[in-house]
């Protein structure tokens, strides 16, 4: 089945952590906006870190409630800073055969954790999509390393998870979308082939 795939990533730009020379008047008042900056936001900040630790993207993790902190007021309202990149791809079943329109329909209702094969057609991906699998694979390489020393059932566990959004052409012509919850990377085949396991498939109405 041929499909669009989708990673969110945080879309921010210089301007979001700019503050003006003159913002502190002195080292005391620095010092006095970071104690408090810090008491403010360390439950945002441990909130975050479990968000990362669970699956949420690097970037994400910067932010617990989509802003972007400063020390005082200097903060960002970033709702709307969460962008998704897109690559083009193909999608097989765990068997490694094209997956059918209505096979991914009979997923979706079976409501079990799925194994696909994703094809990523990497001419078509944009930079922030490439930088943002290389991170995730980067992350599952990680949790790899401690295969030996920790056994199967804790690196299953512990694997970081992606929610991929897609795009798909239905049997009638007409653009359908899906979101593979908390996926994990089960297993990278050379340059842009990987095996994800997906918890749960959602029918959505739109990516954004």
Same mark, same amino acid.
């Given at each position: 089945?041929?499909?669009?795939?989708?990673?969110?990533?945080?879309?921010?730009?210089?301007? %979001?952590?700019?503050?003006?020379?003159?913002?502190?008047?002195?080292?005391? %008042?620095?010092?006095?906006?970071?104690?408090?900056?810090?008491?403010?936001?360390?439950?945002?900040?441990? %909130?975050?870190?479990?968000?990362?630790?669970?699956?949420?993207?690097?970037?994400?993790?910067?932010?617990?409630?989509?802003?972007?902190?400063?020390?005082?007021?200097?903060?960002?309202?970033?709702?709307?800073?969460?962008?998704?990149?897109?690559?083009?791809?193909?999608?097989?079943?765990?068997?490694?055969?094209?997956?059918?329109?209505?096979?991914?329909?009979?997923?979706?209702?079976?409501?079990?954790?799925?194994?696909?094969?994703?094809?990523?057609?990497?001419?078509?991906?944009?930079?922030?999509?490439?930088?943002?699998?290389?991170?995730?694979?980067?992350?599952?390489?990680?949790?790899?390393?401690?295969?030996?020393?920790?056994?199967?059932?804790?690196?299953? %566990?512990?694997?970081?998870?992606?929610?991929?959004?897609?795009?798909?052409?239905?049997?009638?012509?007409?653009?359908?979308?899906?979101?593979?919850?908390?996926?994990?990377?089960?297993?990278?085949?050379?340059?842009?082939?990987?095996?994800?396991?997906?918890?749960?498939?959602?029918?959505?109405?739109?990516?954004?």
């Amino acid at each position: 089945m041929k499909v669009t795939l989708y990673l969110p990533y945080y879309d921010y730009n210089d301007g %979001d952590f700019d503050v003006s020379n003159d913002y502190y008047k002195s080292n005391e %008042d620095y010092f006095n906006a970071m104690q408090q900056n810090v008491q403010q936001t360390r439950g945002a900040v441990i %909130d975050s870190m479990s968000n990362y630790m669970n699956g949420g993207s690097m970037r994400d993790y910067q932010t617990s409630d989509g802003q972007t902190y400063r020390f005082g007021q200097q903060t960002s309202q970033n709702e709307d800073k969460v962008a998704y990149a897109q690559c083009e791809a193909t999608l097989y079943n765990e068997e490694g055969k094209d997956e059918k329109v209505d096979e991914f329909i009979e997923d979706y209702v079976s409501k079990d954790v799925q194994l696909y094969i994703l094809n990523l057609d990497l001419d078509s991906s944009e930079e922030d999509f490439e930088q943002e699998i290389n991170l995730w694979t980067t992350e599952h390489n990680n949790i790899q390393k401690y295969s030996e020393i920790k056994g199967d059932d804790w690196i299953l %566990d512990n694997e970081p998870k992606r929610n991929i959004k897609l795009k798909f052409i239905n049997n009638a012509n007409e653009e359908k979308f899906a979101e593979l919850v908390n996926c994990k990377i089960m297993e990278k085949q050379g340059m842009n082939i990987y095996v994800v396991l997906a918890e749960e498939i959602k029918l959505i109405d739109k990516i954004r």
